[in-house]
């Protein structure tokens, strides 16, 4: 069963942040006063400079939560959609605004901590509840119309309501064991084959059985 899309919860974006293994020093690339310069650089280059990407809005919405800056950027930039995105690539991202020498600093982030890319997600998810409504009323446009095309249509919003309950769905229902341990193996094969198009698998006892069964007739 495919798991539901979490609707966004905005008020855990604050606690991400907290706790994260964060080092922006690259080992064995730059020394510790360098690499504070060129992020101090880079950032004030993104903050004051006249041409702002597309995902700034949510990069300052990631500092004002409490992010350091060059992850709030990965993570505004890596939750755009991939063909809208500037720069291109990730390597880009990581020489040409943020300031490091190459992308590995990003990987190992992500790798040591989960709620970077948790947070990636939540924000691509976004735009889906945003357009809630619209999708509902599309949904019910489409239902409505008296027209064979739109069935499917019909038969995911009875569902949503809880009007029509599919077969398959049914039937699992109706046939679901309290405790298999209590049961033949008859009642266990014929669970096993719920959902099968084909006929119910016999046992070699079962297969003997109707050989004897031939053979008397």
């Not at 446009?141 to 038969?155: E, G, I, V």
Request: charged share 30%.
């Amino acid at each position: 069963m495919k798991r539901p899309l979490q609707k966004p919860d905005w008020s855990v974006l604050q606690q991400m942040p907290l706790g994260l293994e964060i080092d922006e020093i690259e080992p064995g690339m730059v020394t510790p006063d360098e690499a504070r310069l060129r992020s101090e650089t880079a950032r004030l280059q993104l903050d004051d400079g006249a041409d702002k990407p597309e995902w700034f809005a949510r990069y300052a919405e990631l500092r004002s939560a409490g992010w350091s800056w060059r992850v709030a950027c990965y993570i505004a930039w890596a939750s755009c959609p991939r063909k809208s995105r500037s720069p291109e690539t990730q390597e880009e991202l990581a020489t040409n605004v943020l300031g490091l020498t190459s992308d590995r600093q990003i990987w190992t982030w992500r790798v040591k901590n989960p709620a970077i890319d948790e947070t990636v997600a939540l924000f691509q998810a976004a735009p889906l509840f945003e357009h809630r409504a619209d999708i509902m009323d599309a949904l019910i446009t489409s239902a409505s119309t008296k027209d064979y095309k739109n069935f499917q249509d019909r038969k995911m919003a009875l569902e949503m309501m809880g009007d029509y309950v599919p077969r398959v769905q049914v039937d699992a229902e109706r046939h679901k064991p309290d405790d298999l341990g209590q049961m033949t193996e008859e009642e266990l094969r014929q669970i096993a084959s719920l959902g099968k198009t084909g006929p119910v698998a016999t046992t070699e006892n079962d297969a003997d059985s109707e050989e004897n069964d031939a053979g008397d007739e």
